[in-house]
């Protein structure tokens, strides 16, 4: 191997965009992970049915 391959190797990044969707609704959020974490749960508002709801995460979008 040479020493160019080396150095000229891409580093993995540690972010994740992920696409999070009400459990309840479908109101889907945009977040940030970290890209060894577990999938995202979180409870946040849900503006279609005004209330706080769980958010679960659906698919990775893109490595940041």
Do not use: C, W
């Amino acid at each position: 191997m040479f020493l160019t391959n080396i150095l000229l190797k891409k580093a993995k990044s540690k972010n994740v965009l992920v696409l999070a969707e009400s459990v309840i609704s479908g109101h889907r959020l945009v977040r940030i992970r970290e890209r060894l974490a577990d999938k995202l749960e979180f409870i946040y508002f849900d503006p279609y049915i005004q209330q706080n709801a769980l958010y679960k995460e659906k698919k990775k979008l893109h490595n940041l």
